[in-house]
């Protein structure tokens, strides 16, 4: 094993990819950012950040939100480009990825098992007669 290898793998890096640090990096970014604006804009005080996936050519970084009804998505878009600023400033990259917010899938997928077993166990429970 080299040692610039092994340097690495002494710091975590070789089990820590860098997309992985690099998502977590910008998502730390946003959420504070997030809540800087909350104070200013009162759409953005509930909003959750729960992942972040950069593009490998850092060109686009989805940005998964616990909950996505329109007028927190509006609100986030009115703010893009200061967050993407913000981004750039707070974060040394190649390129500041575009950011696109979206409800996080697997919020979605955990609420549609919710609603199938809460049905499920209505129809197991035994009815009053």
Known sequence: MSGTRRRREARGHARYPRTARVNELVRQVLAD???????????????TITDVSVSNDLARADVYLSTAPVR???SLE??????QAA????????????????????V?????????????????????S
């Open 108 to 128: 979605a997928a955990g609420e549609r098992v919710e609603r199938i077993l809460r049905r499920s166990s209505r129809r197991d429970s035994p009815r009053d």
């Open 87 to 106: 981004l750039a400033r707070q974060v040394r990259l190649k390129r500041t990825p575009q950011l696109v917010f979206g409800k996080d899938p697997a």
């Open 78 to 83: 009115e703010h893009r480009l200061d967050l």
């Open 33 to 47: 950012e997030i809540a800087r604006l909350a104070d200013v804009d009162e759409r953005l005080k509930l909003v």
């Open 72 to 74: 927190i998505r509006a």
